[in-house]
């Protein structure tokens, strides 16, 4: 596939590219090109145009267009959600639900934006009584949405969605391993009738074209989905323009279940928390603190239930386990279970990587602080560490010894403790007797500490992406 920019699809001007594969079998896929400098300053430099252009368009106008996206969206369903668990590895009946959402979040982002209001001030200071203050909401200008491999096509709908509909455009960067769901919906788009100017995508090097979109002084936003390294090379390079950043990092969420919890809901809860997509989500919960007096019965059944996990193709309706984005992911989760090991977990089952970019779904247990899983080592597989504690100040204690702070979870039939521990958790979002494996597109998402900055929602977006301007009419009420 090509990538679009102006409205073209377009090559890059040195004809590179670079090669896609299907991450279940290895096999290549297609190809995409590799973008240059020279194509970045181009598409920049056709945003400049495209922002003036979409500004100037009325609300009623680019809502109406957003909600055609979604129609659009929700039509090819099924053909988005193939390529969608061809090109990355996801299974089908997880693809077709991210399809489904990527829908509802352009058309939440439409009709949200018909109605961003601006305020009014009351004349509280003295001296203000004859004066009218009032603001509006105005577009940045060029937005950049960088997005990670593992959700593409819901969290690049969060990015695009929200900064088309407050009035910027927009330039894409889709993850270098699965671009093409992402082509296929800015595709969509432009076929639903947003500008070519407006909406353009460059495919290549996350690398050089994050960085030149980062640091670029025409660039006045980027949105960023993606590990902690890239967040700070992102922060880095922005700084030197002030440009707004919207930072949606990794995370190492906890998954506090209590002696009093169901044990049969706590179970299900985790095994289905951190083998949904083969393991990489940000907000899964990867660490596993579980009260002493239930911990080996705990561990004896969700070894149990992973055993009934069913692997094979993304793309058959049984299958529960798909493939992770590459094998060279495959191969780094289980360096970093080797490492685990070393350090001194108990292996229980699983470790291994199988068929190319498959991992087997993995139980540790005996982990202890002391381990760098246990901290801030993000597991992208369906690994599950397992942490002893014996009192609610020392599962607190140990959910809140990482850097990051993205979600958690608390299973416990006791309101109290779980409020008292949710209030506790040094995080974005507590799920009580659920694990944190959880979105709900209108929610502030986004984490504490190391996973983030800002929030990102249907509630909460349109206002960051915007700049507020005040308007003060002196002496009109005179
Ligand atoms: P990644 O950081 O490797 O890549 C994210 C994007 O950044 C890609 O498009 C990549 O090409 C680009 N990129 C790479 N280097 C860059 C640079 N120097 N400057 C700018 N952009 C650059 O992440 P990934 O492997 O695609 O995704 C997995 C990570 O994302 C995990 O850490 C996961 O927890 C996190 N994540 C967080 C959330 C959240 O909402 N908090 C959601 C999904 C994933």
């Known amino acids: 596939m090509k990538m679009f920019i102006g409205g073209q699809r377009a090559d890059a001007s040195d004809g590179k590219t670079h090669v896609v594969l299907n991450s279940a079998t290895g096999v290549p896929l297609d190809t995409i090109p590799a973008a240059t400098v020279s194509d970045i300053e181009r598409a920049i430099d056709i945003a400049q145009e495209g922002k003036l252009r979409w500004a100037a368009t009325p ?3 680019r809502s109406r267009i957003l909600q055609r996206c979604a129609d659009l969206i929700e039509e090819r369903q099924e053909e988005l959600a193939t390529l969608l668990s061809t090109d990355m590895g996801k299974i089908i009946r997880e693809s077709r639900p991210e399809i489904r959402c990527s829908a509802q979040i352009f058309r939440g982002f439409a009709e949200q934006a018909n109605h961003l209001y601006g305020k009014t001030m009351p004349d509280y200071q003295y001296g203000s009584e004859k004066d009218l203050i009032f603001t509006t909401h105005q577009p940045l200008g060029v937005v950049a949405c960088i997005s990670p491999f593992n959700y593409p096509a819901e969290l ?11 009035g910027n455009a927009v330039i894409v960067k889709p993850a270098t391993d699965n671009p093409l769901v992402i082509l296929a919906l800015v595709e969509l788009c432009l076929e639903a009738g947003v500008p070519g100017d407006v909406l353009q995508c460059v495919t290549g090097s996350g690398a050089l074209i994050g960085d030149h979109l980062s640091k670029h002084p025409r660039i006045d936003a ?38 009093d919890a169901d044990m049969d809901l706590a179970v299900e809860e985790a095994v289905r928390g951190r083998v949904q997509n083969a393991g990489q989500t940000c907000c899964a919960p990867k660490r ?3 009260q002493n007096s239930v911990r080996a019965a705990f561990v004896e059944s969700a070894r149990a239930r992973l055993q009934q996990v069913r692997r094979g193709s993304p793309l058959d309706e049984n299958t529960d386990l798909g493939a992770l984005i590459s094998a060279r992911a495959a191969r780094g989760v289980e360096e970093q279970v080797q490492h685990t090991v070393a350090q001194g977990a108990r292996l229980i089952c699983g470790g291994h990587v199988f068929d190319n970019a498959y991992f087997e779904p993995t139980l540790l247990d005996d982990v202890t602080l002391r381990m760098d899983i246990a901290r801030d080592m993000e597991v992208f597989g369906p690994v599950m560490p397992v942490i002893g504690f014996d009192t609610m100040q020392e599962a607190i204690d140990i959910a809140n010894a990482t850097c990051f702070g993205l979600q958690g979870g608390v299973m416990t039939r ?6 008292q521990t949710a209030a506790a958790l040094a995080c974005g979002g507590v799920c009580i007797n659920a694990s944190g494996n959880f979105r709900n597109v209108d929610q502030p998402f986004g984490g504490w500490k190391m996973s ?5 929602g249907i509630s909460v977006t349109l206002k960051e992406l915007t700049q507020e301007k005040s308007f003060i009419l002196k002496g009109v009420l005179a």
């Open 59 to 61: 609300q009623y106008e």
């Open 156 to 166: 690049c709908s969060h990015k695009m969605a929200s900064s088309l509909a407050a």
């Open 222 to 259: 980027i949105t960023l989905t993606g590990s902690t390294e890239v967040g700070l090379s992102v922060a880095k390079a922005a700084a030197g323009t002030l440009k707004r950043v919207f930072l949606e990092l990794g995370g190492n969420d906890p998954f506090i279940v209590y002696e």
């Open 288 to 290: 596993f603190i579980v």
């Open 414 to 419: 006791d309101n109290k403790k779980a409020f």
């Open 452 to 456: 983030g900055l800002g929030r990102e």
